[in-house]
């Protein structure tokens, strides 16, 4: 009985659970003001999205370079650079400010600190904007555990030519072992 146990204590080691659940309590403490949104409950927003009339009640910022982005996003997904112009994002929000329904923007990356970024500057250029500018209530989140955790969970994801994957680029070998071994892969 004792080696069963120290068998599933070792394969429950070898999963990314525990290191993901500390780098996303991490992330919260690094950015206390980024809004935090679960995997699940991106996932139930999408999901609302399709079955609606086609209006986007979410917009999805992918915060990682084309190389990781072209192996695999959530689809949908807009690219955009972590450390760069967000005038994009912004006029993208913008155009999507046609409703009175709620927007989400929640942005993504591999773990979540590139795209805690953004949702921060996205959050303090929104502050900047003249109130009345606005009719649409917006929404600035980080997806916890970002990518690695969507993918480690199965969630739909595709490739830069709209395919179906289940494959992640790993980022690095050290922030690679938040994602489940048989989803890396390093490039297309």
Known sequence: MATGETTETAEEAKSPGWSMWLTCKSMRAKFP??????????DRLLKAQQASD??????????????????????????????????PA?????????????????????VGYRSSVVAKRLEEELHKLP????????????LEG???KWANEGRAMEDSEGKTTTLAHPYSSLWGRLL????????R
């Open 54 to 87: 086609g209006s986007n009640e979410v917009l999805l910022l992918d915060s990682r370079p084309v190389e990781e982005y072209s192996i695999s996003h959530i689809p949908d997904a807009v690219r955009v650079d972590h450390g760069g112009d967000l005038t």
């Open 90 to 110: 912004l006029d993208r929000i913008r155009q999507e400010n046609d409703t009175s329904r709620p927007l989400a923007v929640v942005a993504y990356c591999s």
């Open 180 to 187: 489940n071994k048989q989803l890396h892969c390093w490039s």
């Open 33 to 42: 003001s980024v809004r935090q949104i679960a995997t699940d409950e991106l």
């Open 146 to 148: 970002s990518l690695f």
């Open 131 to 142: 109130s009345g500018n606005s009719n649409r209530p917006i929404s600035i989140y980080n």
